[in-house]
């Protein structure tokens, strides 16, 4: 009774926001009662946001008169604009505090969502949460908290965030973790985002980095292979920044590291059974098992084979067998090693090949120095260019020897440790020049081919296959330029041995000498009989040393012959020269006995002779001791 005097009392006018109590529920309508002398209506649709079953009779809601009287004589209100008023109101207070409201999401437009807050507000994309979503259908029909970012009263516009809302919870809590987060701790997380270096992990409000390197004991290239975004997970917490507010986490960490007790599994000698994972040009990686990986060098490969590159025997992918060489615990290293699967032919390559014994192969390579002979498969003895031929000169082995071809040999050395074999073609026969004397003697006559032109003299062969220095001197009675003029490599001549010396084997031929009579022979006998090596052959003894080196080409000397210069009739002569006459000969007797010119040397080709004047401007190799014997006379 009081309450409707109170409520008489009351003066209504448009515009005014009032309370009324729900005494009807109609299909499109709701009746309200204000305590004017009419009832009220208000759409049924106005309460679209409440739900029906739960407005019945009785209930008091706010309504604002639109107008005392319609048509019919009753009282126009409206709940939605009394609410919009209100809500305004409350809003604006709101906004001006600084605090949150509560609200729907009505609908999904282009560039975020309608929000009924008591009015309608605009949520845009980028406010929604912390990354932006993708499909905004999803929070319609959802109630969530949000702060007023824009309000404009005039054109009734409002602006809302749900971001901000978010990171100040995200704050919040990061600052919490921060305090109880320990390294060791175990923590759930969302896998947030994936980068080639790692995954930034969500651990409710706080980001931890997991480094690539701390997912997994075994090899991945990148994050993508074990993880995915929006995955959970367990991490360990590695360290904690909390001035930086950084944190390493680590997934491989909850597993036992396998390099623990590793040599214990795998013990050095022993076999092991692994994948090829990665090739590069010193090696090969096989993994054993996840996180534990060895190295294969190329040097383990192949006992006998030369591999430049792993890649020429095995396959990333390949499943393989090796054996433990070596564990280094603290660099997480193992050496491992394929050839030790099969045994070292170089264990049993002195006995095999005993020094002595025949050998035969054919020629793989040739090099300066010698040739290399193919014994077995990976497994090649050498034939050093001094160990072709008892008496030939060989400056190349190609002289003699060429690739493919078939030969025999003699083992001369098996060195395990260096893995070498030495072996000689010449040892297959006897040195000829240890019946030297019982094969040739001064003076005897010979028959030879001529091997080779230098700018000196003439090679000959000779039987046996040893060769003789034909001086370009002993050619002919008469002066010779050049060699080639008188004698061609193959040619057959005749021509009588002055010079035996076995200790250097030597033989000096004289092709002019060969035609001599009787008479004459005898004569050149006593001559030769009385030449001494070193002195009066000491130009023939240079030409062997120099031959093949084309600076002592150039200082070859010729050989006076008896007509143009005897010895004995050169005393008198140089009785008379002067001191300084006698220095070019003294200098030639110290140029022969410069030490032999080295196996690799090439020979001189002819176009590399010596000038004609050369013969003519030298003294003779004789005069030297006539000139030392002309002294006491003086």
């Avoid at 143009?564 to 140089?574: G, Y």
Wanted: one cysteine or more.
């Amino acid at each position: 009774m009081e309450e409707a005097m109170a409520q008489s009392q009351i003066s209504y006018v448009a515009g005014q926001i009032v309370k009324g109590t729900v005494i009807e529920i109609r299909q499109k309508e709701v009746m309200i009662d204000i305590g004017y002398k009419s009832e009220g209506s208000v759409p049924s649709n106005e309460f679209s946001d409440h739900d029906e079953e739960e407005l019945k009779l009785g209930d008091v809601v706010d309504v604002q008169i639109v107008r005392l009287e319609d048509r019919e004589g009753m009282v126009e209100l409206s709940h939605e604009q009394a609410i919009f008023k209100q809500n305004w109101e409350n809003i604006k207070t709101i906004c001006e505090e600084g605090g949150c409201i509560k609200g729907r999401v009505k609908a999904a437009v282009k560039g975020g969502l309608i929000v009924n807050v008591g009015v309608e507000a605009f949520l845009p994309s980028s406010q929604i949460d912390i990354i932006t979503p993708r499909d905004l259908d999803v929070f319609v029909g959802n109630t969530y908290d949000f702060k007023v970012m824009k309000l404009n009263l005039e054109r009734q516009n409002i602006v809302l965030s749900r971001r901000e809302l978010i990171e100040e919870e995200r704050s919040a809590k990061r600052a919490k973790l921060l305090d109880d987060m320990m390294p060791g701790d175990i923590r759930k997380g969302t896998v947030k985002n994936l980068t080639d270096f790692g995954a930034f992990i969500d651990l409710n409000g706080l980001d931890g980095l997991l480094h690539i390197t701390d997912m997994s004991w075994g090899r991945i290239t990148h994050p993508s292979q074990m993880l995915a975004t929006g995955q959970e997970l367990e991490v360990v917490v590695l360290d904690v920044n909390k001035e930086s507010e950084r944190v390493s986490l680590g997934l491989k960490q909850k597993e036992a590291n396998p390099w623990d007790k590793i040599e214990e599994k795998y013990p050095i000698g022993g076999k092991v059974a692994g994948k090829v994972v990665n090739l590069m040009p010193y090696g090969a990686f096989i993994e054993l098992e996840p996180g534990v990986e060895g190295l294969v060098h190329v040097s383990e490969l192949s006992w006998t084979k030369r591999i430049n590159k792993p890649s020429e025997v095995l396959k990333a992918g390949e499943d393989i067998e090796a054996v433990v060489l070596g564990i280094n615990q603290d660099e997480q290293k193992i050496s491992l090693g394929i050839r030790q699967l099969d045994t070292n032919p170089w264990d049993l390559a002195e006995e095999k090949y005993k020094v002595g014994a025949k050998v035969s192969g054919k020629i793989r390579n040739l090099t300066s120095y010698g040739a290399f002979m193919g014994l077995e498969e990976g497994l090649d003895a050498m034939i050093h260019v001094s160990d072709i031929s008892w008496t030939r000169r060989v400056n190349h082995p190609s002289e003699v020897l060429k690739k493919g071809m078939d030969v025999e040999a003699q083992v001369l050395e098996v060195d395990r440790e260096n893995q070498r074999i030495s072996v000689g073609i010449k040892q297959l026969d006897d040195d000829p020049w240890d019946k030297i004397a019982e094969l040739y003697k001064i003076g005897d006559l010979v028959e030879g081919k001529v091997s080779k032109l230098a700018s000196f003299g003439a090679f000959v062969g000779l039987d046996h296959d040893i060769d003789g220095l034909v001086h370009i001197s002993q050619v002919s009675e008469e002066r010779v330029e050049k060699i080639k003029d008188v004698l061609n490599v193959g040619e057959e001549v005749t021509a009588r041995v002055i010079k035996i010396d076995r200790s250097d084997r030597r033989i000096g031929l004289s092709i002019k000498a060969a035609n001599y009579s009787q008479e004459q022979l005898k004569e050149e006998e006593a001559v030769l009989d009385a030449l001494k090596p070193g002195e009066d052959l000491v130009a023939l003894q240079h030409a062997f040393d120099t031959f093949g080196d084309d600076e002592g080409e150039s200082k070859a000397v010729a050989i006076k012959t008896k007509e143009e210069a005897p010895a004995k009739e050169e005393a008198p002569a140089k009785e008379e020269a002067p001191a300084k006459e006698e220095a070019p000969a003294k200098e030639e007797a110290r140029a022969a006995e410069e030490p032999e010119a080295p196996a690799e040397t090439e020979p001189p080709t002819e176009s590399e002779e010596a000038p004609a004047e050369t013969a003519e401007e030298a003294p003779a190799a004789e005069e030297a001791p006539a000139a030392e014997e002309a002294k006491p006379g003086e």
